[in-house]
């Protein structure tokens, strides 16, 4: 099971794909405030539709906490200022996949300090940066892929659609 950490969200249908992406892979959700919404919010609700009962989340007051409440798993933090891609880090069940705020991503303190760990997900161009619902989806199901999508539904099991 991976953990997806969210440091200082502030856009509320984000995070409410974000969990309804938890409750499809099993992922847990750590919110890491001040928030940008309130947690009952209308639109963090309506992103997540009814899948917040499946999604286990924890909530913190700095990343620091998530640190001392997780002090041996591997986190690792996404950033357009990584050096290495998405791609090249070797995921393991349990790890902690971090990332930052919409308009500014993770604190610059934060990468120096994890440099060895920062990801980034190539992008063409100038783009500045992804949306955070779709950067934590690539990664995340980076992240399942190399475990070979283990526990999730075998082809046989995938319901069949009838084209008569």
């Not at 990664?139 to 075998?154: M, N």
Request: glycine share 8%; charged share 30%.
């Amino acid at each position: 099971m991976f953990n997806i950490v969210l440091v200082e969200p502030e856009i509320p249908q984000n995070t409410g794909n974000i969990a309804r992406t938890c409750a499809a892979t099993g992922a847990r959700l750590h919110l890491v405030r001040p928030l940008g919404f309130e947690v009952d919010d209308k639109h963090l609700k309506r992103a997540g539709l009814d899948y917040w009962g499946d999604v286990e989340i924890f909530y913190y007051d700095s990343v620091e906490e998530v640190f001392a409440a997780f002090p041996s798993p591997r986190f690792w933090f996404f950033t357009t200022k990584g050096q290495k891609r998405h791609t090249d880090a070797k995921f393991g069940d349990g790890d902690f996949l971090v990332f930052g705020k919409e308009t500014r991503g993770l604190p610059e303190e934060l990468l120096k300090e994890h440099r060895e760990s920062c990801l980034r997900i190539p992008m063409l161009g100038e783009t500045r940066s992804l949306n955070l619902s779709n950067s934590v989806a690539i990664a995340l199901y980076e992240a399942l892929r190399q475990l070979d999508f283990e526990g999730f539904k075998t082809e046989g099991q995938l319901h069949r659609l009838k084209w008569d």
